[in-house]
């Protein structure tokens, strides 16, 4: 199989620590509470959204490591979710946290792109979403997916930084070129 596959997905899990690097660094120049400030978005605020991602990321990864491949760098503790979690749980109350374990979760991905086999993303995935629903197709479709939710989430956040007066500066993708 053709390395472009694998080698484009670990080209976007640098470009997801990257601008998640970005994001947080950005971030800080607001107080907790303007983080935490409903602004009208989808999960409400920016630190509502950044919870979301870590979830979001977490339910894919735990489902990349459910289809036969053994990926050392998906551990327990880095795929943790407390049970019934959906897509609006508060995993992270405090700043602090929620940066770590997003910076953790990143390193995490990197690796799990690194030692994605080149075949994976033509294998047939199966799985449940989040309804119990059972999906099967190329897991390129869904690792894709992955990859395309963390940048419209992000999309989200440059949003209510910008209303915010904060400018995280340049993200686009082929900027970490």
Request: hydrophobic share 40%; net charge negative; with cysteine.
């Amino acid at each position: 199989m053709d390395a472009a596959f694998t080698d484009n997905y670990r080209f976007l899990a640098k470009y997801n620590r990257w601008f998640n690097q970005r994001l947080f660094a950005a971030c800080e120049q607001l107080s907790d509470e303007e983080r935490k400030r409903d602004r009208g978005a989808f999960f409400g605020s920016i630190h509502a959204t950044f919870n979301h991602l870590m979830w979001g990321d977490r339910v894919w990864l735990r489902r990349f490591g459910e289809q036969g491949v053994q990926f050392s760098s998906l551990t327990p503790q880095v795929l943790q979710l407390p049970d019934g979690a959906m897509h609006g749980v508060l995993l992270y109350e405090e700043w602090g946290a929620l940066r770590a374990a997003r910076d953790e979760l990143d390193a995490a991905i990197e690796a799990w792109a690194q030692d994605m086999p080149p075949d994976y993303p033509m294998r047939t995935m199966r799985y449940g979403n989040t309804k119990g629903v059972a999906r099967e197709h190329p897991a390129w479709q869904a690792v894709t997916h992955f990859f395309n939710h963390q940048t419209h989430h992000r999309g989200q956040v440059t949003t209510l930084l910008a209303q915010a007066g904060i400018d995280p500066g340049t993200t686009d993708l082929i900027a970490l070129v």
